[in-house]
T-cell receptor, first 114, second 111 residues
């Protein structure tokens, strides 16, 4: 089966600019997650979707970050305006509500804010 | 979310077994023990999970203590490709349960 697709792979922007990341989960996976991974740390959950509804966005900095999952498939994560401390890898993952409990992660988008 | 404790780093020689420990003394009765690993420049990858009994798959084995307060991920013959950060994570029984990552154990494999 195809994996979780993310784009772009790399992005460099100046502070105060906006940026968007795209994720296409594994077909049929109802649950989608966005994580932020700062260099040297474990991934931190930002938001969790179940189909097109938000299950948990308690760790999402809502003053600058937003995410949507239209039609319960693809998802976009946006940062506006970006800060230097937003430099990180943004990982998307998906999981099925049936069978295996494993998550499948994409390769991530490495964001550098200068 | 229940917390896990892992050593920051471990070393192993190639083709030798590796035992990666994890302590989770506050685990609840319905928490599953999950292991993921993250190779350089990649997203985390599912390795194995279990509830009470020991588990084996093509990648590794998971040994769970009888009181479930600790577990050990076993790589039977380490290869250079197994060098990664290994995360031990507790996840609730719900299919919508979150994965909350800690710092993990960085495994170095020496030729």
């Amino acid at each position: 089966e195809a994996g979780v697709a993310q784009s772009p792979r790399y992005k460099i922007i100046e502070k105060r600019q906006s940026v968007a990341f795209w994720c296409n989960p594994i077909s049929g996976h109802a649950t989608l997650y966005w994580y932020q991974q700062i260099l040297g740390q474990g991934p931190k959950l930002l938001i969790q979707f179940q189909n097109n509804g938000v299950v948990d966005d308690s760790q999402l900095p809502k003053d600058r970050f937003s995410a949507e999952r239209l039609k319960g498939v693809d998802s976009t994560l946006k940062i506006q305006p970006a800060k230097l401390e937003d430099s990180a890898v943004y990982l998307c993952a998906s999981s099925s509500t049936e069978g295996s409990y494993g998550y499948t992660f994409g390769s991530g988008t490495r964001l550098t804010v200068v | 979310d229940a917390k896990t404790t892992q050593p920051n780093s471990m070393e192993s020689n190639e083709e030798e077994p590796v035992h990666l420990p994890c302590n989770h003394s506050t685990i609840s009765g319905t928490d599953y023990i999950h292991w993921y690993r993250q190779l350089p420049s990649q997203g985390p990858e599912y390795v194995i999970h279990g509830l009470t009994s020991n588990v084996n798959n093509r990648m590794a084995s998971l040994a769970i203590a009888e009181d479930r307060k600790s577990s050990t991920l076993i790589l039977h013959r380490a290869t250079l490709r197994d060098a990664a950060v290994y995360y031990c994570i507790l996840r609730g029984s719900s299919n919508t349960g979150k994965l909350i990552f800690g710092q993990g154990t960085t495994l170095q494999v020496k030729p």
